[in-house]
């Protein structure tokens, strides 16, 4: 049986998710047997590569390049699954829109900016979305694992129920806001 070729982003997250997916410990080096990660902030990888298998993304959408980056691997892979609260619901990273974009960044480079204050860097970073949104708003997406953080018990039942082809009920392992 060939491996299934595997990328993992964080896009809007605090990265906690992929911190989970580390937390599987030596299942890792069992689930290594099955998969292989080709792109992620695992491993040293440029360009989100072609026909992969199975997309995982940690995180919400808040800016232009996030909406291009996730349209590029919708594109590239046969499945996404999207890993934790953030990438299904927005949770933590959509409080932005609360208070809106412009009164963001007004607070972040004018009340608190302790440089440049009253610049924003428009140039050298993306753009802001006028709402951060889950990633099931821009593309399709296969497989919801919920969670903040997701448990790695959780991942690692669903990683190996794709690996068997079996369907895993992922409520016995996670629960949005875990
Ligand atoms: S779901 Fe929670 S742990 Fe995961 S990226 Fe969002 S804030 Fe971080």
């Known amino acids: 049986m060939s491996k299934l070729r595997v990328g993992t982003i964080w896009l809007d997250g605090c990265s906690g998710c992929h911190m989970s997916f580390l937390d599987m410990d030596e299942r890792i080096v069992e689930l290594s047997?099955?998969?292989d990660v080709v792109y992620s902030p695992y491993v040293d990888a440029k360009e989100i590569p072609e026909d992969l298998d199975l997309f995982i993304v940690e995180g919400a959408l808040s800016t232009d390049h996030d909406l291009e980056i996730i349209k590029d691997i919708r594109k590239n892979s046969k499945k996404i699954l999207a890993l934790g609260d953030c990438a299904i619901t927005g949770n933590v990273s959509a409080m932005k829109n609360l208070a809106g974009t412009d009164a963001v960044l007004e607070k972040g480079y004018f009340d608190l900016a302790d440089f440049n204050k009253g610049k924003y860097p428009d140039k050298i970073i993306p753009k802001l979305l006028d709402k951060v949104i889950p990633?099931?708003?821009a593309i399709?997406?296969?497989?919801f694992v919920p969670g903040c953080p997701t448990p790695a018990d959780a991942i690692y039942a669903v990683l190996k129920g794709l690996v068997d082809g079996v369907e895993v009920d992922v409520s016995k392992y996670t629960?949005?806001?875990l």
Do not use: I, S
């Open 135 to 137: 990633l099931n708003e």
């Open 33 to 35: 047997q099955y998969m």
């Open 140 to 143: 399709d997406v296969d497989y």
């Open 175 to 177: 629960r949005f806001g």
